[in-house]
């Protein structure tokens, strides 16, 4: 803010040496001789663009916007391509990408259709993941396809599976970096959701040396994916495998065992 203020001083005042102005006490100045102005006191004022009042108004305004952005993007969320991404379960190893994705937009809209394939022996992993193109169509695909055969197998669809919590991811890459392949190895079919590992490799290294052991999992979850394999040092050790656990009961379920 500034102003622009004039003013006579009494004539005796300005008559005071400066050394003497310096001592002189205000109860002694004598302002009687004071004119007064014939022109009023002219007082310009600047405001700033932004008071103080207003700046709560704008704080305000800025966390109105957060939050009805926040809550866009919460209302945007069913949209997410987890939700739209469906797992597709017990396809036959002869379904290709293209051929599910036919078989699906029948009933919806397809993004992209994904055959899971073992990195090691090439063959499919009997699941795909299909992202649809709104979550309407995944639900619809789910509704028409789930409990449904193809190619004589009933699959299973569903949304993704959220990884579980209390899984340490760690210790399923450590499993991964720890099996050791061979050209002596075992395809091991059929198993239960819960066999883990270890429970595949005990059961193999009862009939005989083991070299290693891996169990299959759906991705970001501990469930199995019904397969495995075990790897052994000689040929011989595969075909003794073969011909004692093959049909063998492990957690309930009949498993399949054959050369990989």
């Known amino acids: 803010m500034s102003s622009a203020c004039v003013f006579s001083p009494a004539p005796n005042l300005l008559q005071i040496p400066s050394s003497k102005l310096i001592k002189t006490h205000f109860s002694r ?19 700033p663009q932004t008071t103080r009042e207003q700046q709560p108004t704008r704080l305000n305004a800025v966390a109105e916007e957060e939050t009805e952005t926040a809550s866009v993007a919460t209302a945007a969320d069913p949209s997410s391509e987890a939700a739209r991404r469906l797992y597709v379960g017990n396809i036959p190893r002869t379904v290709t ?15 992209k259709a994904e055959v899971m394939y073992d990195k090691w022996s090439g063959r499919s992993r009997r699941f795909a993941f299909v992202t649809m193109k709104t979550v309407e169509d995944a639900n619809a695909a789910i509704v028409k396809l ?33 099996f050791i392949d061979s050209p002596h190895k075992v395809y091991v079919g059929n198993l239960a959701k819960d066999v883990t590992t270890d429970k595949l490799k005990n059961l193999f290294a009862e009939k005989g040396k083991v070299l290693s052991a891996k169990v299959s999992r759906v ?42």
Not at 97 to 111: S, Y
Not at 151 to 178: C, F, M, W, Y
């Open 219 to 260: 991705p970001g979850t501990s469930k199995s994916s019904g397969y495995g394999f075990v790897t052994f040092s000689s040929e011989e050790e595969v075909e003794a495998a073969i011909s004692s656990l093959n049909n063998e009961i492990l957690e309930g379920q009949r498993i399949r065992v054959n050369k990989a």
């Open 146 to 178: 789930n409990e449904t055969e193809i190619g004589g197998r009933k699959i299973k669809v569903n949304i993704t599976e959220k990884p579980l919590q209390t899984l340490d991811s760690s210790l399923l890459q450590a499993e991964e970096s720890q």
């Open 97 to 111: 990408n293209d051929e599910l994705k036919r078989i699906v937009e029948e009933h919806g809209a397809v993004e």
């Open 29 to 47: 100045l004598n302002f009687n001789g004071l004119k007064p102005l014939k022109t009023p006191l002219k007082f310009t004022f600047h405001s």
